[in-house]
């Protein structure tokens, strides 16, 4: 299983059920990475995600509040669902999108985390775990440094080395 998110210079990664920049480059690589895949979101990034639909070209699974019923993507209710869903599909095929606690629960059970760094700070009220800080996860890859308009960012791949099985 994958993660994607972008994360400011203090691992912020969202305010107000939005994100804390808007760059054209990092949305095209979520798209280039998440295409054809599995997207795995909590309520509350479905409902931020424009006209709150599911993305297109994509399986949606969302873990819900149990009185949530929708017939555009997977709805589950507990992480028991989610897992016993999970294994339908390939382990490399899975992204994790979203929100902060989600993020937080899926994060011991990813093999790779891309990471758009964002040097700038957000003014973020949600977090990411601070990768660097955790022993179990190394950089893999880095892109050369990108910019956008007053932005500086690089993409950048994590390895979990120990992840869990679901």
Request: with cysteine; hydrophobic share 40%; aromatic share 12%.
């Amino acid at each position: 299983m994958n993660l994607i998110v972008a994360v400011d210079n203090k691992w912020g990664i969202g305010k107000n059920n939005g994100l804390l920049f808007s760059i054209p480059e990092d949305m095209r690589y979520f798209r280039l990475l998440t295409k054809n895949k599995v997207v795995l979101m909590g309520y509350n990034t479905l409902l931020s995600l424009p006209n709150q639909s599911p993305l297109k070209n994509r399986v949606n699974i969302v873990l819900a509040p149990e009185n949530v019923v929708r017939d555009d993507c997977i709805v589950v209710h507990s992480l028991e669902e989610l897992f016993s869903e999970l294994k339908k599909y390939d382990d490399d095929d899975l992204f994790v999108i979203g929100g902060g606690m989600f993020y937080k629960t899926m994060l011991p059970y990813c093999e790779n985390a891309y990471i758009t760094q964002i040097y700038a700070d957000g003014d973020a009220t949600v977090f990411f775990e601070n990768l660097d800080k955790l022993d179990n996860w190394k950089k893999s890859n880095l892109s050369e440094i990108k910019h956008h308009e007053n932005l500086s960012f690089r993409f950048t791949i994590y390895e979990n080395q120990k992840p869990l099985k679901y």
